[in-house]
C-alpha cells in the first residue's frame, strides 16, 4: 500500500487487482446489482453520485454518513464502465494526431474515493490512455490543469452530498465540464454498457489485467503533475485576481497589489472542512495572514460536507477570538469537499460577526465585476444613468431576486438559466454571442461565481473581490454612488475600520430575503410522483387560490391589488421559458414571478421556487426570494415579513398539489406502472395507507 506524502491518505496497491480472478465471481449476480445501482443512483449533468461506501452493499438504502474506504464489486464495474466510455467518448472528439490521449485524474477526500480512483486509473490505462493522476485537489484546480494539459478529466467526488456518497465529474479540454444536452447523450451510452454483461465481463478483465508497474507508475507520478498542477493553477489565480489576461503581466501587477495588503496587516480565515481545497500558501503570497481551521485532509471533516450556516459557526467563533486577539480579519472562508463552493464570516465592524448568506456573498461578487467594468470605462452612462454599454450577467434560476434590484441599478443585461454550471455556461456564451460583455455568472444559491475566462465554480474570485473593494476605496466610491449616493464613504477605508467595509457594503444593498437551498428551510422530502403532471396541478391550484391571495401579496408593493401581477417560468437548460404550460422537459427549475407594475415601470419584486434535485434522491430543493427597491428601514422589514409570507405559500402548495397528485396517479395508472409502484413504496415507507 502506497501512502501520499502530502496528504497521509492511502493511495493504493499497485499490486493488488481489483476484482477477483474470474472463476470467483458470479457475473449474473453482479450484472444485477450494477442495475440496482443504476436505478438508484444518480445521473445528471451535474455528475453521476450514489452511495459507494460498501457498509450497506449494493441494496438502495438511506445510508449515507459512513466513513468506510471499501466499495462493492459491482461499485467497481459501475466506475470503470463509465470511464472507459468516458475514453471511447473523447477519443472520438481529438483531433488525429499521434498523441495518446490524455486524462487527468483528481479526487477529494471522500474515504472511497482512492478505491474508485484505483479502478478508473486502471481501466484508462488499459485504454492506452496517457494519466495524469493528481490525487487529492481542488476540483476547480483539475480543470485548469486540464486545459493546459490534457484532453479531459475525470473527478471522483460528490460535492456537496452526504459522505457515504461519491460520484464522478467529467470535463472536456477546455476545462468546462460536459454541456448540460451533451451530458444527457454521454449518460445513455454508459447506461447502455452497464446493462449489456459481455461489457462488464470485459471490463473487469481490462481492469485486472492492467500491469502493476504502469500502476505504479502513476501513483508514483502523482507528486509530479500535482506540483505542475499547483504552479498552473496558482498562474490562474493570479489572473484572476488581478484582473490581468497575460501571466507576466499578472506577476507585476501582483508584486504591487500583495506589498499593499501586507502593508495593512490584514487576515483572511480557511476552514476546508479536511477537504480538497489548500490556500494558505497562496493567500501569504498575496500578504494575507492566513488563519486555519480544519485543515488536515480527510481527517479533519467535521461538519457538513456544503458549507452551511450550521457548517460554519467554528469559523465563526474562530473569526470572533481572532478579534478578540486584535488580529484584523476580513472574512473567514468555509469550503465544500471538492472546494468549488463557499461561504464566508464577515465582521460586523462592531467587535461581532455573522454570516451574510451566500446570495449575498454572490451579490458582492457580481457587484465588484461591474465596478471593475466601470472603473476600466467598459461601461459608462448617459445622463438618465443609461448604460450605454451592453455589459451583463448569467446567473440560475434560484439566485436572488436582488439581482433585478442590482440591474436596476447599474442597468446591465441580466439573464436566468436553470440550475447547474453547465447552463449557467451556456446561459454566459448565448449573451456573449449576442454582443453583451460577461461580467460574470454563477449561481447565488449555490455559493459560487464563475467567468467565461474558465467554466467552472471558482471561490478565488470572491476572494478578489474582497481583495479588490478592501485595497481600492475609488472603486467602493464608484459602486455606492449607484447604491446609495447620499452615504458617505470615505472614511470606511480607515485603518481602524477596514474590518468592517464588507459590512458596511451589504448594509447599502436593496433589501432582499432568500430562502438558503442548502438548509432544512430549503429542503422538501416529496413523494416520486410524475412531474408533470405535479406542475400542472402545481399550476392549477395557485390559479384557484390567487384571487383569495392578491391583495395579501400585493400589500406594501402597490397601492392598487390589480396592479400586482404572476408569471409562471420553466427553466431548461440555458433556455427560460414564459407561461403557464410552456416546458418541454419536466424537470427542470420552476418558478412563479410576482410583479409591481404601474405606468412608468414593471418591477419583480418576488419569486417561488421548486425543483427535484438532479444530486439527492428524493429531495426536492425550493425557494421564496423578495427584494425591494427602497433602502429604508420600512422597507428591510417589510421584506423579511414578506418573505415569510410568500414562503407559506409555496409550502402550501407543494404540499396540496403533492395530494392531488397522488389521486391522480392512482386514479388513471394501473397498479403494475412504475409510477404507481414507486408512489406506493414511498408511501409504504413513509407508514401511510398504501390505498385511496
Not at 472463476?23 to 453520485?49: F, P
Not at 474508485?116 to 485504454?127: N, Q, T, Y
Not at 438559466?417 to 454571442?433: D, F, H, N, P, Y
Not at 467565461?452 to 478592501?470: D, K
Amino acid at each position: 500500500m502506497l501512502i501520499d506524502d502530502e496528504t497521509g491518505i492511502p493511495i493504493g496497491d499497485p499490486a493488488e487487482t481489483p476484482f477477483p480472478s474470474p472463476d470467483a465471481i458470479d457475473l449474473a449476480a453482479l450484472c444485477k446489482n450494477v442495475e440496482t445501482r443504476r436505478r438508484h443512483g444518480i445521473a445528471s449533468a451535474s455528475g453521476i453520485r450514489q452511495v459507494f461506501d460498501a457498509t450497506h452493499g449494493d441494496e438502495p438504502t438511506d445510508f449515507v454518513d459512513g466513513h468506510g474506504a471499501q466499495i462493492t464489486d459491482a461499485a467497481k464495474a459501475y466506475a470503470a464502465t463509465i470511464a472507459s466510455s468516458f475514453a471511447d467518448y473523447l477519443a472520438r472528439r481529438k483531433e488525429p494526431s499521434s498523441d495518446r490521449l490524455k486524462i487527468v485524474v483528481g479526487i477529494d477526500t471522500r474515504p472511497t474515493g482512492t478505491a474508485i480512483a484505483d479502478v478508473i486509473v486502471r481501466m484508462l490505462l488499459a485504454k492506452g490512455v496517457d494519466v495524469r493522476y493528481i490525487f487529492v485537489s481542488a476540483v476547480t484546480k483539475t480543470v485548469v490543469y486540464t486545459r493546459e494539459s490534457a484532453d479531459g478529466f475525470i473527478y471522483i467526488s460528490a460535492s456537496h452530498n452526504p459522505i457515504g456518497y461519491n460520484g464522478v465529474k467529467l470535463g472536456l479540454a477546455d476545462g468546462r465540464t460536459l454541456p448540460a444536452k451533451e451530458s444527457y447523450e454521454f449518460i445513455a451510452e454508459y447506461e447502455a454498457a452497464l446493462a449489456d454483461q459481455e461489457r462488464i465481463r470485459q471490463v473487469i478483465a481490462d481492469v485486472n489485467g492492467t500491469p502493476a508497474d504502469q500502476v505504479r507508475q502513476v501513483f508514483d507520478e502523482i507528486g509530479k503533475w500535482r506540483g505542475e498542477a499547483r504552479d498552473v493553477y496558482d498562474q490562474f489565480c493570479d489572473c484572476i485576481m488581478t484582473g490581468a489576461v497575460d501571466p507576466q503581466e499578472a506577476r507585476g501587477k501582483k508584486a504591487q497589489l500583495s506589498e499593499q495588503v501586507r502593508a495593512m496587516d490584514l487576515w483572511i480565515g480557511l476552514d476546508p472542512n479536511g477537504g480538497a481545497r489548500q490556500d494558505r500558501e497562496y493567500l501569504e503570497s498575496w500578504g494575507f495572514n492566513v488563519a486555519e481551521i480544519n485543515a488536515r485532509p480527510r481527517e479533519d471533516i467535521v461538519h457538513e460536507l456544503a458549507p452551511t450556516p450550521t457548517a460554519s459557526e467554528a469559523a465563526r467563533k474562530e473569526l470572533l477570538r481572532l478579534q478578540d486577539e486584535g488580529k484584523k480579519i476580513v472574512a473567514f472562508f468555509v469550503f465544500d469537499t471538492d472546494g468549488d463552493r463557499r461561504n464566508i464570516v464577515v465582521p460586523d465592524g462592531k467587535g461581532g460577526a455573522f454570516l451574510p448568506g451566500i446570495q449575498t456573498i454572490f451579490a458582492l461578487d457580481i457587484l465588484a465585476a461591474i465596478g471593475e467594468k466601470i472603473k476600466h470605462g467598459e461601461l459608462a452612462y448617459d445622463e438618465q444613468g443609461n448604460a450605454r454599454e451592453r455589459v451583463g450577467i448569467a446567473v440560475n434560476g434560484p439566485t436572488s431576486a436582488l439581482m433585478e434590484r442590482l440591474a436596476e441599478r447599474f442597468d446591465f443585461v441580466l439573464k436566468r438559466v436553470e440550475t447547474g454550471e453547465a447552463s449557467v455556461a451556456q446561459g454566459g456564451e448565448l449573451l456573449a454571442e449576442e454582443g453583451v460583455d460577461v461580467a460574470m455568472m454563477g449561481e447565488g444559491s449555490n455559493g459560487s461565481a464563475f467567468t467565461l475566462a474558465l467554466l467552472i465554480r471558482e471561490p478565488i474570485h470572491t476572494i478578489h473581490s474582497i481583495v479588490s473593494l478592501i485595497s481600492r476605496p475609488s472603486l467602493v466610491q464608484t459602486l455606492v454612488k449607484k447604491l446609495a449616493p447620499e452615504v458617505d464613504c470615505r472614511a470606511w477605508h480607515d485603518p481602524d475600520k477596514i474590518t468592517g467595509l464588507i459590512s458596511n457594503m451589504i448594509s447599502i444593498l436593496p433589501p432582499s430575503e432568500t430562502t438558503d437551498v442548502f438548509t432544512i428551510a430549503g429542503e422538501r422530502r416529496g413523494l416520486p410522483l410524475p412531474q408533470g403532471l405535479f406542475k400542472a396541478q402545481f399550476d392549477a391550484l395557485f390559479e384557484e387560490l390567487w384571487p383569495g391571495k392578491r391583495c395579501d401579496l400585493a400589500e406594501g408593493f402597490v397601492d392598487d391589488p390589480m396592479q400586482f401581477s404572476y408569471e409562471f417560468v420553466s427553466y431548461e437548460f440555458e433556455n427560460e421559458l414564459r407561461g403557464r404550460g410552456n416546458r418541454d422537459r419536466q424537470t427542470g427549475g420552476y418558478k412563479i414571478e410576482f410583479f409591481a407594475e404601474t405606468d412608468d415601470c414593471r418591477r419583480l419584486v418576488a419569486w417561488i421556487w421548486f425543483r427535484v434535485s438532479m444530486t439527492e434522491r428524493g429531495l426536492t430543493r425550493r425557494a421564496a426570494s423578495v427584494s425591494h427597491w427602497d433602502l429604508s428601514p420600512a422597507a428591510t422589514e417589510l421584506v423579511r415579513r414578506k418573505q415569510k409570507q410568500f414562503d407559506l405559500l409555496l409550502e402550501d402548495l407543494l404540499a396540496e398539489a403533492e395530494r392531488r397528485t397522488v389521486e391522480q396517479v392512482r386514479s388513471e395508472f394501473p397498479d403494475s406502472s412504475d409510477e404507481r409502484r414507486q408512489l406506493e413504496a414511498a408511501l409504504e415507507k413513509q407508514n401511510l395507507p398504501s390505498t385511496s
